[in-house]
Nanobody, 124 residues
Framework: QVQLVESGGGSVQAGGSLRLSCAAS????????MAWFRQAPGKAREGVVI????????YYADSVKGRFTISQDNAKNTLYLQMNSLKVEDTAMYYC?????????????????WGQGTQVTVSS
């Protein structure tokens, strides 16, 4: 059974940084697609960044390019999201997701497994 568990969320002032982690069990990150999504209250879930083809490539949403960085530690089977220069509009619940295919897009339907989410709140 695949389980994804996020951690690292919290409250931070604008301009600050946070690092989110997503620990996986029953799933090997090096094989397929992984991603971070986020969902703000009253808004649809949106893709933040995807890691496709086992981490060989990545794609960032324009809103986070240059500020967020995805990485993985295969030995620990953990996915990370380093978030710098945080803005108030980054406030959302952040979800880790994993897919069974090597190729994916920022469409939630491409992903088969989801974590429970970790809240990120950025204040001005």
């Amino acid at each position: 059974q695949v389980q994804l568990v996020e951690s690292g969320g919290g409250s931070v002032q604008a301009g600050g940084s946070l690092r989110l982690s997503c620990a996986a069990s029953g799933y090997t990150y090096s094989m397929s697609c992984m991603a971070w999504f986020r969902q703000a209250p009253g808004k649809a879930r949106e893709g933040v960044v995807i890691f496709y083809n086992g981490g060989a490539g990545s794609y960032y949403a324009d809103s986070v390019k240059g500020r967020f960085t995805i990485s993985q530690d295969n030995a620990k089977n953990t996915l990370y999201l380093q978030m710098n220069s945080l803005k108030v509009e980054d406030t959302a619940m952040y979800y880790c997701a994993a897919g069974r295919e090597r190729w994916c897009t920022m469409v939630p339907g491409d992903f088969h497994y989801w974590g429970q989410g970790t809240q990120v709140t950025v204040s001005s």
